[in-house]
């Protein structure tokens, strides 16, 4: 088994502020996302990044840079920290294509908080 | 780009009593749906997977889909306590991206 392994667990940064949430998969899987969930709601895409180096915009691109360097992880950059950027960002991997590529695995999140 | 909205956005029920959850979707060619469950400050549940028109049964889950009219509802049988969670509902597109509602708060009360 594989494990999705998210870093740091808790963020706090500064309004304004550049932040860079990392992610590591070891399922060797070729997809990777980003997901943003505030209290109590569902989760908004982010990015996803369909190989290494590839990156696609999700509906809530705007304001986040991210990084595939490595198949193994994608990055997430706040480019600039705002007060209701207060989240839970969540990392989740699969397989393009072939079984079990319709599973997502998910780390267990980063939770920045925003001063 | 797949619209995917829930509603109620909050519903409280009696245990035992049935909870019937919905959830709208923009793109009629979408074939893969699946319902998740997450308590307060925990990690997404699977519930249920379904991928054609009709119902998919796990436990006391039922999931029903009926793509001509863009809906795919949950329906709880006999919720406890312990049910009372986040549900989302979620639609999967190209990529394997999966689109989510925005959630309905469910709260079983004893």
């Known amino acids: 088994g594989g494990i999705i392994t998210q870093t740091p667990k808790f963020l706090i940064g500064q309004e304004g502020q550049k932040l860079t949430l990392k992610c590591q998969q070891n399922f060797n899987h070729d997809t990777m996302y980003w997901y943003r969930q505030d209290s109590g709601k569902g989760l908004r895409l982010i990015y996803y990044s369909i190989t290494e180096n590839d990156l696609q915009k999700g509906d809530l691109s705007e304001g986040y840079d991210a990084s595939r360097e490595k198949k193994s992880s994608f990055s997430l950059t706040v480019t600039s920290a705002q007060k209701n950027e207060m989240a839970v960002f969540l990392c989740?991997?699969?397989?393009?294509?072939?079984?079990?590529?319709?599973?997502?695995?998910f780390g267990s999140g980063t939770r920045l908080t925003v001063l | 780009q797949q619209k995917v909205q829930q509603s109620p956005e909050s519903l409280t029920v009696s245990e035992g009593a049935m909870a019937s959850l919905n959830c709208t979707f923009s793109?009629?060619?979408?074939?893969?749906f699946r319902w998740y469950r997450q308590h307060s400050g925990k990690g997404l549940e699977v519930l249920v997977s379904i991928f054609s028109d009709g119902e998919k049964e796990e436990g006391s889950f039922t999931a029903h889909l009926n793509r001509a009219s863009l809906h795919v509802f949950l329906h709880i049988r006999e919720p406890q306590p312990s049910d009372s969670a986040l549900y989302l509902c979620a639609v999967m597109s190209n990529y394997n991206v999966l689109y989510f509602g925005s959630g309905t708060k469910l709260t079983v009360e004893p």
């Open positions: 793109d009629r060619s979408s074939d893969n």
């Open positions: 989740a991997s699969s397989i393009a294509e072939g079984w079990g590529a319709e599973t997502l695995y």
